[in-house]
């Protein structure tokens, strides 16, 4: 069993920065693969970045030379470090486990998720 609590979101004008963090607890956290998703209102769950056992990373076109997703196997917590935000990535963010070490890009896949934080980009 895992569990996952993010912290870290808030309000912030575009261009600014954000560090969002995932905070794991359970058995064998290093062998699972996190992902982080996001949802704005009235669109789709949409994947942003993810980090395999590995320490392979994946990110979202979108995202891609502007957020940057690390993991610290001894603590048990995974971020997500967002620069120049822009408007479009308002949405409340979750972080997603998988107990088998690849990034996939599918929710679906993904067995645990914390409750999310909201990220808001406005002037």
């Known amino acids: 069993q895992m569990q996952l609590v993010e912290s870290g979101g808030g309000s912030v004008q575009p261009g600014g920065s954000l560090r969002l963090s995932c905070a794991a607890s359970?058995?064998?956290?290093?062998?699972?693969?996190v992902g982080w998703f996001r949802q704005a209102p009235g669109k789709e769950r949409e994947f942003v970045a993810g980090?395999?056992?590995?320490?392979?990373?994946y990110h979202a076109v979108p995202v891609n030379g502007r957020f940057t997703i690390s993991r610290d196997n001894a603590k048990n917590m995974v971020y997500l470090q967002m620069n120049n935000l822009k408007s479009e990535d308002t949405a409340t963010y979750y972080c997603?486990?998988?107990?088998?070490?690849?990034?996939?890009?599918?929710?679906?896949?993904?067995?645990?998720w914390g409750q999310g934080t909201q990220v808001t980009v406005s002037s």
């Open positions: 997603a486990a998988k107990p088998t070490g690849d990034v996939v890009t599918s929710g679906r896949m993904y067995d645990y």
């Open positions: 980090i395999s056992s590995g320490l392979s990373t």
């Open positions: 359970g058995r064998l956290f290093s062998i699972y693969a």
